[in-house]
């Protein structure tokens, strides 16, 4: 049933919808604004705003509108990173944890260095972009300004490869890095791949100036399509994992490096490519331990090319079945984890047992954070501080970093 309604919206959901009492869903809409529209199912689809807040900004973006890329482009700054903070703090006070809650840090508009675009067939030609909010519809985004510009204009070359790579009912998933060699791109979804079409992506590599193009499996470089951690180089697998944005990551480094002084034996989990583990060579041995067997390949070879670096071992394990347990965790003094949205509840509870004394914990998920950080305070830790890192703005993708000590007993 649709009625005509005047609400007040009291706070954002997780998906940056304004949820006013009800529920009722009002997208688009900040706290403390009040708007009036026709509700239907519990969503005001299209509300008029009656009392904007002072938060309320225009779009930056002249895609915000349809793009479902960013969900946050309305509102401030300063109210967004507020709003990420109170997210944190709701997520440790959940679990009954209290810490000083440094302010949080935005990487700047244009910075993301990867991004997934979607790119399919048209009548005439090829569109390639994001979906628009909550729909399969594509979106053109020529001039977005999330991603840095090398990957907005790489765009045609995400169309090419779907006129190249596609029926008309497919859609490719266009996953592209901006390396410091050049475009990183890997694509899945497409046909199969066979000789007269790897000599047309060869074609199209070479016409874009791409520095590497996988698709599926095949990967073509032409030119090792690199990252510097410290003073590695890096060539990441296909597809792997990188931080978002050079800020985010360096704001990451410099607090993992704060939490870990002192450290002379250090252990790097859920290691990637060696992001953190590389860079604190240049301070003490390093051990690094990683799901992907590729990944800690591509940390090694780094990691040998590499000057001025002490040692770095590493292994391929899953820490999820097989984590690391107090007899092998005792010879650290100072411990970076870094796991995946899930948290790392079964490492995390052998870390507790072994009293390493100082933990850099990184997170993109504050609510597993908070549980496992629970795990540590339970066993002796002092949780010291959270620093609230935004990678991904305009988004309500929270991350963060903190540090953990054992209180002397
Ligand atoms: C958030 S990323 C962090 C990577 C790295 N610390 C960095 O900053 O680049 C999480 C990493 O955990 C790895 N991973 C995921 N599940 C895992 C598991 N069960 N065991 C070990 N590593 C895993 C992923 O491959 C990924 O590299």
Excluded at 286 to 296: D, L
């Amino acid at each position: 049933m649709s009625e005509e309604m005047r609400v007040t919206v009291e706070r954002l959901g997780h998906r940056g919808d304004g949820i006013a009492e009800g529920p009722i869903y009002v997208p688009g809409i900040l706290p403390s604004e009040v708007v009036e529209g026709v509700v239907d199912n519990g969503v005001m689809a299209s509300p008029r705003i009656v009392t904007p807040v002072e938060d309320r900004v225009s779009p930056p973006c002249r895609h915000a509108k349809s793009c479902g890329g960013c969900q946050l482009q309305h509102a401030s700054d300063a109210f967004v990173e507020g709003w990420k903070s109170d997210v944190v703090a709701r997520a440790l006070a959940a679990q009954g944890l209290e810490t000083e809650q440094r302010p949080c840090t935005t990487s700047p508009a244009q910075s993301r260095r990867r991004a997934g675009f979607s790119s399919r067939r048209t009548k005439k030609g090829a569109l390639a972009g994001f979906h628009a909010k909550a729909s399969d519809v594509l979106i053109a985004v020529p001039d977005c300004k999330l991603v840095r510009p090398r990957l907005a204009a790489a765009l045609p070359l995400a169309e090419a490869l779907a006129v190249a790579g596609t029926s008309r009912k497919a859609e490719l998933t266009v996953q592209m890095t901006d390396s410091e060699a050049g475009l990183d791109v890997s694509v899945t979804g497409g046909k199969i791949i066979d000789d007269d079409f790897r000599v047309t992506l060869a074609g199209i590599a070479q016409e874009y100036d791409v520095a590497r193009l996988a698709w599926d499996e095949e990967v073509l470089t032409l030119r090792p399509p690199f990252q510097t951690f410290g003073s590695a180089q890096v060539v990441p697998p296909p597809g792997a994992f990188l931080q978002a944005t050079q800020e985010g990551e360096a704001k990451l480094l410099a607090c993992v490096t704060e939490a870990l002084n002192g450290a002379k034996h250090m252990l790097d989990l859920f290691a990637g490519c060696g992001t953190f583990a590389l860079p604190l060579a240049r301070l003490g041995r390093v051990h690094a331990v990683e799901g992907s067997k590729e990944m800690v390949l591509a940390l090694d070879k780094g990691w040998r090319m590499a000057e001025g670096l002490r040692h770095v071992t590493h292994e391929a394990r899953d820490l999820f079945r097989n984590p690391l347990l107090p007899d092998e965790l005792t010879r650290f003094d100072g411990v970076v984890i870094d796991p995946p949205r899930a948290g790392a509840e079964a490492q995390v509870t052998q870390l507790a047992k072994a009293r390493i004394p100082r933990i850099a914990f990184v997170s993109c998920n504050p609510v597993t954070f908070a549980r496992d950080a629970k795990i540590l305070t339970s066993a002796g830790y002092r949780l010291d501080w959270v620093q609230t890192v935004d990678q991904f703005r305009w988004s309500t993708h929270v991350e963060l970093v903190a540090q953990l000590t054992l209180a002397k007993s």
